[in-house]
């Protein structure tokens, strides 16, 4: 039985740096604000405030148990069952969840959007549209590179060490596989205009 009552639900994989925000903003532009909102997986990490900073840094970010799903899955349901939830915030420096949240209203398009959405079985049964933006990694790895060390306040050092020891093992074992779960693959993300015009239209096809 479908438990969706209002609302259709666009899931946006793929790998760190691939375009995956792009393409939802482009969404969110294209359609407006009051026919969209934008779901970041990334706000859904687990509260790690009981261990010290080192302990939360040395955490592995990129495996799909660093997210809350429970929690993920119970706020999506309620969003598709037309009602409001309170959205985590996620401080990345600190690698802690914020006690303050944010409040999400009922749309008409929600977009879901992060490296692993694909991969819990829970919510690709949710999801309306399955997407896959697929970038080569040398591009990702710069995007992210660019991302950690001008707005999370990470080191080079930092970033590159992480990128070894998890990122690119994570790709490889749990965000590539998932591709193949995808309705859509996008290559280049939002600067590929054909792409993402072919899934506006898709989307006003639902509604």
Known sequence: MNVKQSGILIGIAGGTGSGKTKVARRLLEDMGPNQVTIIDQDSYYRDLRPLEFEERAAQNFDHPNAIDTPLLLKHMKALLNGQSID?????????????????????SIYVLEGILILYYPELRALMDIKVFVDTDADIRFIRRLKRDLNSRGRTLESVIHQYQETVRPMHMEFVEPSKRFADIIIPEGGYNHVAVDLLRTKIHSLL
């Open 87 to 107: 959205r985590p915030i996620y401080n990345f420096k600190d690698h802690l969840r914020q006690p303050e949240t944010i409040k999400v209203e009922p749309h």
